[in-house]
């Protein structure tokens, strides 16, 4: 496809359990994003990598969240010992190598929606 | 740092009749600042972006936004509502300091359009 896809698109876990996330970027898109969208309330940063160099984990709430990129493409984002203040939409962005100071712009997957019980 | 505010978490229109959804930023920088929307069960699409080079941005489905740096607001106006555009928008920004490259989100606002 075209765009940025996310899979599963909605996952159900019990509290406890882990989880894994997937995301396919636009292809020769070198940068990739992590954000969480709790309900109603607007996407927050979780963590970025350029190619399979994770440059940036500053939003990632706690040490039970862990993303990698290994070859540079597909990214998953993994929740160990989920709990229920993890149901939230996850989001995926990429975007594409651009000018130095440049801004390119960031295409957003569906997101997974997932829910603790 | 930078942060986003949009003043009004629900606005409704009248179809035919103009949007206005409000967002004032700060940041420590020279702002990049731009406008998502959000469809259920869609992904976000951007509507336009501003950096730094107009300050009337035009947008796809003929959003505009214009950033007022003295007022530090970058509110999304559009002359005549569409059935179509009832959705959630998102006012977004990055500044250039550092290498951060993350987009910071407002808490959004969501569009109805009344028939």
């Not at chain 2, 035919?16 to 869609?42: A, D, E, I, M």
């Not at chain 2, 336009?48 to 970058?74: H, P, R, W």
């Not at chain 2, 959630?88 to 990055?94: I, K, L, M, P, T």
Request: glycine share 8%; aromatic share 10%.
């Amino acid at each position: 496809g075209a765009g940025v896809s996310q899979s599963p698109r909605y996952k159900v876990a019990k509290r406890g359990q882990d989880v894994a996330l997937r995301c396919d970027p636009i292809s020769g898109h070198v940068s990739l994003f992590w954000y969480q969208q709790a309900l109603g309330q607007g996407p927050e940063f979780l963590t970025y990598f350029q190619n399979e160099a994770q440059l940036d984990k500053s939003g990632l709430p706690s040490d039970r969240f862990f993303a990698e990129r290994p070859e540079g493409s597909v990214s998953t984002l993994k929740i160990q010992r989920t709990q229920q203040e993890d149901s939230a939409v996850y989001l995926c962005a990429s975007s594409a190598p651009g000018l130095a100071g440049g801004l390119n712009e960031q295409f957003f997957g569906p997101g997974t929606r997932l829910t603790v019980l | 740092a930078q942060s986003v505010t949009q003043l009004d978490s629900h606005v409704s229109v009248s179809e035919g009749t103009p949007v206005l959804l409000r967002c004032n930023y700060s940041s420590s920088y020279s702002p990049s600042l731009f406008w998502y929307v959000q469809h259920p069960n869609k992904g976000l699409q951007l509507l336009l972006k501003y950096t730094s080079a107009a300050t009337l941005v035009k947008g796809i489905n003929g959003f505009e936004a214009e950033f007022k740096k003295s007022e530090t607001s970058f509110h999304l106006t559009k002359p005549s509502a569409h059935m179509s555009d009832a959705a959630e928008y998102f006012c977004v920004v990055r500044d250039h300091s550092g290498s951060a490259r993350q987009l910071t989100f407002g808490s959004g606002t969501q569009l109805t359009v009344l028939p």
